[in-house]
Nanobody
Framework: VQLQASGGGLVQAGGCLRL?????????????MGWFRQALGKEREFVSS????????YYADSVKGRFTMSKDNAGNTVYLQMNNLKPEDTAVYYC????????????WGQGTQVTVSS
């Protein structure tokens, strides 16, 4: 699975951005897609995930109520709508994919920078 993330940028606190992740190379019906982020000097952390078949979504507590993950079946694309952004959301955001029966993510995109100014 090849993953291409896009949509990052610079935004003021309280603003919004939408990240996209286009997937290719594999049918995604048995996959889970995820978003992770890594701030400078910190460990990479889970943000959100979606089960491709069924569309169940999961979120880190820090983003619940502000971020929404969705998918476009036809385009093999997942999105992360980020609202009410905070400076602590500043990080490189990565999309990832794993086979639904695997516990760890096998495929990673290249990352897109999100910077939130106060």
């Amino acid at each position: 699975v090849q993953l291409q993330a896009s949509g990052g940028g610079l935004v003021q606190a309280g603003g919004c951005l939408r990240l996209s992740c286009a997937a290719s190379g594999r049918t995604l019906s048995n996959y889970v897609m995820g978003w992770f982020r890594q701030a400078l000097g910190k460990e990479r952390e889970f943000v959100s995930s979606i089960v491709w078949s069924g569309a169940s979504t999961y979120y880190a507590d820090s983003v619940k109520g502000r971020f929404t993950m969705s998918k476009d079946n036809a385009g093999n694309t997942v999105y992360l709508q980020m609202n009410n952004l905070k400076p602590e959301d500043t990080a490189v955001y990565y999309c990832a994919a794993r086979y639904r029966h695997m516990s760890s993510y096998e495929y990673w995109g290249q990352g897109t920078q999100v910077t939130v100014s106060s």
